[in-house]
């Protein structure tokens, strides 16, 4: 490939290798992306391998799973992370009693800038204590919650990158701060994306449903279940199209946006979880699954 082509890849390869094997056996570790911010997904590549990695993104245990050229392992990083080099670190098994070796880099974290803003919603959202009714329903609606979050690690079921749930403009981005009725405070932790009642709402990629639920805050509610780890979600829907249990494909109709739940007009909140975190949804649309090199760098002998 031309160097000019390889400039207009939007993520750098950071590549390592293995200085007791021949230059081009060595396995290469790569992140996605090479520069991120709190709050963002991360994955990580290594190619070149026949046996299962182990790792660690920062203090975070990293779960590989087989591509065709390697392994990955997605991940993400808290929102409260402090802006700074995170450290890289995955172990390559070694043949027989010979010892494994690491492969080694850092990840380049820097300031989110979240942005903040005040919104009006119904004041039965924002009170202190709820009425017993109201408590039970949301704790109904957490536990339903988490166990969709517990499913097994499995490999993932999709084989193309993510796409947008809808075509449309993003009133409120992942990360920024709120202000509700000038007095309950909240992150935001999803992307909201503009719609009108009624419009359809598509999956983001393969998976499974593992909830379909009208819950008191989110409103209409579809998880599904992507594999590696990663979930996505979709919020306050005028109408789900879809069952608990059901596969659905890549851009397949999972409902329709609405004004459900606590909100302040209608509108698609979706919201990407990877490795019990929720993370920006707009950067995993940039992560190339594929796991092909952006710029081959090797490390020094």
């Excluded at 911010?37 to 203090?59: I, K």
């Excluded at 990360?175 to 992150?187: E, F, I, M, P």
Aim: proline letters at 8%.
């Amino acid at each position: 490939m031309h160097i000019s082509s390889l400039r207009r890849l939007p993520f750098l390869l950071l590549a390592l290798g293995l200085s007791a094997l021949a230059a081009e056996e060595r396995p290469l570790l790569s992140l996605q992306p090479t520069m991120a911010r709190p709050g963002d997904p991360v994955l990580v590549t290594v190619r070149g391998l026949t046996e299962v990695p182990t790792g660690t993104l920062g203090e975070r245990p990293l779960r590989f799973y087989p591509t065709r050229e390697g392994f990955q392992a997605l991940t993400g990083l808290p929102v409260e992370l402090t802006p700074g080099q995170v450290p890289v670190k995955v172990v390559v098994p070694a043949p027989g009693s010979a010892t494994p070796t690491e492969l080694t880099g850092t990840l380049d974290v820097v300031a989110a800038g979240w942005p903040s803003r005040t919104l009006k919603v119904a004041n039965k959202f924002t009170v202190k204590k709820p009425a017993p009714e109201v408590q039970a329903r949301m704790e109904a609606d957490k536990a339903a919650f988490a166990a969709a979050f517990a499913q097994s690690f499995i490999a993932p079921a999709f084989k193309e990158n993510f796409t947008w749930p809808r075509e449309d403009s993003i009133t409120a981005p992942y990360g920024d701060l709120r202000t509700y009725n000038g007095k309950k405070q909240s992150q935001h932790y999803g992307t909201d994306i503009r719609g009108a009642t009624g419009t359809p709402v598509f999956a983001a990629n393969t998976g499974t449903v593992v909830m379909s639920r009208d819950a008191y805050a989110s409103g209409n509610t579809v998880l599904v279940h992507h594999g590696a780890g990663l979930y996505t979600a979709y919020f306050h829907l005028s109408a789900m199209d879809v069952k608990d249990g059901e596969r659905i494909e890549r851009g397949q109709i999972l409902g329709k946006i609405g004004a459900t739940g606590r909100v302040t007009g209608p509108h698609l909140h979706w919201g990407v979880k990877v490795d019990d975190m929720w993370v920006d949804g707009e950067t995993l649309l940039k992560l190339d699954f594929s796991g092909a090199p952006a710029i081959t760098q090797r490390d020094k002998e």
